[in-house]
């Protein structure tokens, strides 16, 4: 039996259907039923076919599925120690710590047990970001351990020119998959920025940095291959799955005007977190559903790693139990509900129509930024428009318009 071709049914073009549907709808017409989101533009809740990004361009810079990231914040080394094994315990394989160390005994204390030649593990630069770099090769060469074979990163932004060429220097000769600088669009999410601000500050933020690097005397190649990026994510999950993508298709563009001899350049470092400005103090059991939901967004989108914040985070430490279901959550997601595959959002008509929408919205901003000289120069202007869709934002949560279950609608009684 041969397959069907359903070719006894009319093929209506896309301009024919929407007619038909305007004509039938109980009341109103079609654009009743489109809406503007905080992006700025018109979402159509049935589009037309757009087209589609490029797979080989949101593809991720290994075949290896999303880690679970936690973060240690304890200061006092060895805390941040029995905290980090704990995490390691509950499945973790990728840690960050946040608090920079003082000396390299205080490393060695934070890091004893932990197998950094296998897990994924950033730290936070201090002041002097080339004397913390050199603390991570002495342990290398003190454990019999490639620096070469090295993942993770460390979360660096000197200043200096000699400071900043003389890290990217070490980070050459010693370090192939190391990273040594951190790109975060983060701190736009949090002060409540949308989705093509956040686009905006991460290419213009890592344009500037590879321009820099340039003029230090560092390729593309070996300069694209010290970023990481990191990204805040919201509970409005297609867009946020059509975020990343977008990211890695824009930054593609970015990395080419750079003119790279390996194809290798292209890709990048993308690691997610769960959003704390949308966590709530007020009824927090909440937070577990809205993680969820922020996570599965994160690894269908493409994250290398993400970090999903703890329920209890927005009253206070977060508690050991609380990690632990934040760290259930991921291998749920991964193994019980196996989002593991690779892009699996592509070719979603809904999910590229948004790709296609914020590409061409944060590509004609990110070339305005640089027409006016990079991100130095047209900070005072975006952090501007940053803090009035911010403003937008809080006052449609104060009137109800838009909706945080548990806050402003349906609380607890």
């Not at 291959?225 to 946020?240: K, N, V």
């Not at 994250?303 to 934040?326: C, H, K, M, Q, V």
């Not at 061409?360 to 975006?382: I, N, P």
Request: aromatic share 10%.
């Amino acid at each position: 039996m041969s397959a069907p071709d359903f070719s006894e049914f009319p093929h209506p073009d896309y301009e024919q259907w929407l007619r038909n549907a305007s004509r039938e709808l109980a009341s109103g017409t079609w654009s009743d039923w489109q809406w503007k989101n905080e992006n700025g533009f018109e979402v159509d809740p049935y589009p037309p076919a757009v087209q589609a990004i490029p797979a080989a361009s949101v593809r991720r810079a290994t075949n290896e599925p999303c880690s679970l990231r936690h973060v240690i914040s304890e200061t006092e080394p060895a805390e941040a120690n029995r905290h980090a094994k704990a995490l390691l315990a509950t499945g973790a394989d990728a840690l960050t710590f946040t608090a920079p160390f003082t000396s390299e005994s205080a490393f060695e204390t934070a890091v004893a047990g932990i197998q950094l030649e296998i897990l994924d593990v950033v730290f936070t630069a201090g002041p002097d970001a080339v004397q913390n770099l050199r603390w991570i090769l002495n342990w290398c060469q003190s454990h019999h351990v490639d620096s070469k074979s090295l993942r993770g990163g460390l979360a660096a932004n000197p200043s200096g020119d000699e400071t900043f060429a003389e890290l990217l220097r070490l980070c050459a000769t010693h370090f192939s998959l190391f990273r040594i600088w951190d790109v975060s669009s983060v701190d736009v999410h949090e002060a409540g920025g949308n989705a093509v601000q956040e686009l905006v500050s991460a290419l213009a933020l890592g344009s500037d940095f590879l321009h820099r690097a340039d003029e230090a005397g560092f390729g593309v190649d070996a300069a694209a291959a010290m970023l990481q990026f990191r990204f805040g994510i919201s509970s409005s999950d297609f867009e946020q799955m059509a975020k990343l993508r977008t990211f890695r298709f824009l930054w593609s563009q970015v990395a080419a005007a750079f003119i790279p001899s390996h194809d290798c350049s292209y890709f990048t470092s993308v690691h997610a977190e769960t959003s704390a400005r949308q966590q709530a103090a007020e009824d927090p059991h909440n937070n577990l559903l809205r993680a969820t939901t922020q996570a599965m967004s994160a690894i269908i989108g493409g994250a290398d790693s993400i970090y999903i914040r703890p329920f209890d985070a927005a009253t206070g430490t977060p508690s050991r139990n609380a990690e632990r279901l934040a760290s259930n959550m991921y291998h749920l997601l991964m193994t019980e509900a196996q989002m593991n595959a690779a892009d699996p959002a592509a070719g979603a008509i809904y999910i590229e129509q948004l790709c296609a929408r914020l590409a061409d919205e944060a590509w004609t901003a990110f070339l305005a930024v640089e027409a006016d000289g990079g991100y130095e120069q047209a900070k005072e202007r975006l952090q501007r428009e940053i803090a009035e869709a911010g403003a937008k934002k809080q006052q449609a949560e104060r009137s109800g318009e838009k909706v945080i279950i548990g806050v402003n609608k349906y609380r607890q009684s």
